[in-house]
């Protein structure tokens, strides 16, 4: 989005570069990407850093009010409410499409956000191993609020990690090392010392929880959480303790802002960076524009029961009303040069909330197919997963 500097980026890439980065990338930690990661970064203009922020700031004094604590209520489904809810999410994370406005001008809308973590670990390392094979112009940093790569290590532990010893405190997934983000379960281990275990390696003792490692019995204080719902359902997963039962365990973040600050969320909040959207299950009548609609399934995660092609037989053949929301369709803007067709970018604006919402670090995803994700971008080059930059 800095047309000097990418030009003068495109113009010194080579293959040879961009393999010795994936080199590095993929032996820095014991896990290696499993997702494509991108060519290049994002260079943020001062203008489209600012609409960023402010956007962000827009979106988190709404999610501070009374009124979204009461709109939020019935966020989660009956029967899986999580004891002893923090006052606000620890993890917070927004996305946006660059798209442009009426004038012309590169201009964020909001995708989606989620009250849970994203790869906040991957996302230290990366920059530092892009900074070792391509030229990032001085004074460009990943990071926003201040943060450096000491602040930000230092942050991410206090808000994982506490007062505990790293030892007792563990991320939670699904068989942790067949995920496709277990690179940055490796890079959480490596940066704060805490490890990943699978759910099904925990044992309860009473309202206590514990994992072996090396034969020894390790009780566990605090829970990084990072098992997705909708995966632990449909998959049927058996294991030893129930989230809705009252653990001795303090939960980081806690799995009840999985439902509440989601897709759910979307219909209640009010800026020129937020499409319109509604809850399916309470309209009264379509939008006369459906095909300017797209449908979206509550709790999935990448991209799972998006529906972009709707009409009124489709919507109405829904049961699960409830579940669904219908939001304005976005246009993604082809933004970033390559060496064939301009990509698409999704910028995620990642929050750490210990006092208050802290705008720490962001990821990006670039396309040139229908959608984000791997599905749509198969045997394409310079689309996947990266950062951006900014002075």
């Known amino acids: 989005m800095i047309e000097e500097i990418r030009k003068q980026y495109n113009r010194e890439f080579t293959e040879g570069k961009y393999a010795a980065f994936q080199e590095e990338l993929n032996s820095y930690t014991y896990y290696p990407a499993d997702f494509r990661v991108c060519e290049t970064p994002l260079f943020l203009s001062d203008s489209m850093r600012d609409k960023l922020i402010e956007a962000g700031e827009e979106i988190t004094a709404q999610l501070q009010t009374d ?23 620890t993890f917070l994370q927004i996305d946006y499409a660059i798209c442009k406005d009426e004038n012309g001008d590169f201009f964020p809308q909001l995708i989606e956000l989620q009250g849970f973590p994203s790869l906040y670990a991957f996302q230290y390392y990366l920059p530092r191993i892009i900074r070792n094979h391509f030229s990032i112009p001085e004074g460009f940093t990943p990071y926003f609020s201040g943060m450096n790569d000491e602040k930000y290590a230092e942050m991410l532990s206090k808000v994982i990690v506490g007062e505990s010893d790293p ?4 991320l939670l997934e699904i068989d942790p090392a067949s995920q496709k983000t277990r690179i940055d379960f490796a890079s959480t281990e490596d940066l704060i010392k805490v490890k990943s275990v699978c759910i099904t390696k925990i044992r309860k003792r009473g309202n206590k929880l514990f994992y072996t490692e090396n034969g020894r019995e390790i009780p566990v204080d605090r ?14 997963i058996k294991y030893d303790f129930r989230f809705t039962e009252e653990l001795d365990v303090k939960w980081v973040g806690h799995p009840n802002w999985f439902f509440k600050i989601s897709k759910y969320t979307l219909p209640f909040l009010k800026s020129r ?21 797209v449908l979206k399934p509550l709790f999935s995660f990448a991209g799972l029961g998006v529906k972009i092609d709707i009409d009124k037989k489709s919507l109405d053949e829904i ?20 060496p064939d067709e301009k990509s698409r970018v999704e910028i995620r604006m990642m929050y750490l909330w210990d006092e208050e919402p802290v705008l720490v670090n962001n990821l990006v995803r670039t396309s040139k197919g229908k959608m984000m994700g791997v599905d749509f971008n198969k045997n394409k080059v310079w689309v996947g997963s990266s950062c951006a930059f900014h002075r």
């Open 223 to 236: 829970i990084y959480n990072r098992v997705i719902y909708d995966e632990l359902k449909r998959k049927e």
């Open 67 to 89: 009124a979204f604590k009461k709109q939020c209520a019935g966020a989660i489904p009956k029967g899986l409410e999580v004891p002893n809810e923090d006052a606000h999410t």
């Open 273 to 293: 960076y937020v499409p319109k959207s509604f809850m399916l299950n309470e309209l009264t009548e379509y939008p006369a524009d459906l095909e300017n609609y």
């Open 319 to 338: 049961t699960d009303r409830e579940n669904y929301i219908l939001q304005h369709k976005i246009e993604y803007t082809p933004l970033i040069e390559t």
């Open 167 to 170: 030892e007792n405190v563990i």
